[in-house]
T-cell receptor, first 113, second 111 residues
Framework: EAQVTQNPRYLITVTGKKLTVTCSQN?????MSWYRQDPGLGLRQIYY?????VTDKGDVPEGYKVSRKEKRNFPLILESPSPNQTSLYFC?????WGPGELFFGEGSRLTVL | EDKVVQSPLSLVVHEGDTVTLNCSYE??????LLWYKQEKKAPTFLFML????IEKKSGRLSSILDKKELSSILNITATQTGDSAIYLC???????????FGRGTSLIVHP
């Protein structure tokens, strides 16, 4: 089944403790991206990647890192999480840059205390 | 700065009603506009619009783009409770890899 898989789905952590949210897609998509969704602010893009080893900042990249060492994986790294990074995070992919139809993961709800 | 305004923000209707959701945008060098439906989890793709005046249709849902007015509408006829969701529009500008999502319209359909 074609899908975008994120882990963990839910996480409660404390300020400053590094964490990684993994994202994997099985559709051989070139384009992958991370969004955060906050009440009243909609979906905002954090980082995106057009292909392996090619990443770029979105609208709200501060406090986040990403890497794209393999086509299928695009982890989101929070080196030192802070409470303002409490949010619902979505990973998405599409066949090519543009993008066309974005396929979203199920979301990861992160709470930073 | 790119802007996307969706209206109304929230809508409550009864089953069988027809609704029209609006999306106005200001993006540089417009390329396409995407519509998504978000229930309790991830957004799911509905339509991609690139040409003005050509209606896209899927069952009871349809959408059309008006490049002159910089807007798009999403129509849902004979609404059902399963249509309850947040509907998001996202215009994409040429040369950008970042679709700008609107804040969405929350639709609640009562039986």
């Amino acid at each position: 089944e074609a899908q975008v898989t994120q882990n963990p789905r839910y996480l409660i952590t404390v300020t400053g403790k590094k964490l990684t949210v993994t994202c994997s897609q099985n559709m051989n998509h070139e384009y992958m991206s991370w969004y955060r969704q906050d009440p009243g602010l909609g979906l905002r893009q954090i980082y995106y990647s057009m292909n392996v080893e090619v990443t770029d900042k979105g609208d709200v990249p501060e406090g986040y890192k990403v890497s794209r060492k393999e086509k299928r994986n695009f982890p989101l790294i929070l080196e030192s999480p802070s409470p303002n990074q409490t949010s619902l995070y979505f990973c998405a992919s599409s066949l090519s840059w543009g993008p066309g139809e974005l396929f979203f993961g199920e979301g990861s709800r992160l709470t930073v205390l | 700065e790119d802007k996307v305004v969706q209206s109304p923000l929230s809508l409550v209707v009864h089953e069988g009603d027809t609704v029209t959701l609006n999306c106005s945008y200001e993006v540089t060098n417009f390329r396409s506009l995407l519509w998504y439906k978000q229930e309790k989890k991830a957004p799911t793709f509905l339509f991609m619009l690139t040409s003005s005046g050509i209606e896209k249709k899927s069952g009871r849902l349809s959408s059309i783009l008006d490049k002159k007015e910089l807007s798009s509408i999403l129509n849902i006829t004979a609404t059902q409770t399963g249509d309850s969701a947040i509907y998001l529009c996202a215009p994409l500008s040429g040369g950008s890899y970042i679709p700008t999502f609107g804040r969405g319209t929350s639709l609640i359909v009562h039986p």
